[in-house]
């Protein structure tokens, strides 16, 4: 096993976010395992970014984010889908990227609903974990970026920032 260590997600989010392109997202399930390459996320970064959760301030919904990186922040949105973030950057510097796609299972719902990570899982460490974590995949040839999508009720400058990575 090749987990990912602390230090890999106690970086400032616009590093860790390309980065996790390619890499296995491995999660066990009874007796099996399973392992998913990474292939899109979503950047958001702190208290400044009106996109961000954390732009709102410290509250009991945000303060995972405001731990140190390698956690996992799950929220509920339209009540119904699961979204599935990793905390970056070192304490009290809320900053995370969202899982947008895996190889081959796009949409931040689908992948949660498929995977069955539901609000148990907030604040899990990725370090540490037996039920999820991350390992080294392969890196991308190419990288894209675009805007970050739906989040008009940022506006500008946060609604077209291309801080959306995908491969």
Excluded at 67 to 80: V, W
Excluded at 114 to 124: H, Q, V
Excluded at 143 to 155: D, K, L, N, W
Aim: net charge neutral; charged share 30%.
């Amino acid at each position: 096993m090749n987990r990912l260590q602390e230090s890999f997600y106690t970086r400032d989010v616009l590093d860790v976010a390309p980065d996790l392109l390619g890499k296995k997202l491995c999660i066990r399930s009874e007796d099996e395992i399973y392992s998913y390459y990474i292939s899109e996320v979503e950047a958001y970064r702190g208290e400044e970014d009106k996109a961000c959760h954390a732009s709102k301030g410290r509250t009991p919904r945000t303060e995972v984010m405001y731990r140190k990186g390698g956690l996992i922040y799950i929220y509920l949105i339209y009540g119904m889908h699961w979204m599935f973030n990793i905390v970056c950057a070192e304490k009290d510097f809320p900053q995370a990227v969202l899982i947008r796609g895996l190889q081959e299972l796009n949409g931040p719902g689908r992948i949660t609903k498929k995977l069955k990570i539901d609000s148990s899982y907030n604040g899990e460490s990725l370090v540490n974990s037996d039920r999820i974590w991350l390992e080294n995949g392969n890196k991308p040839d190419k990288i894209f970026t675009s805007p970050r999508i739906g989040i008009e009720y940022a506006g500008e400058p946060w609604l077209s920032l291309n801080w959306r990575f995908f491969i």
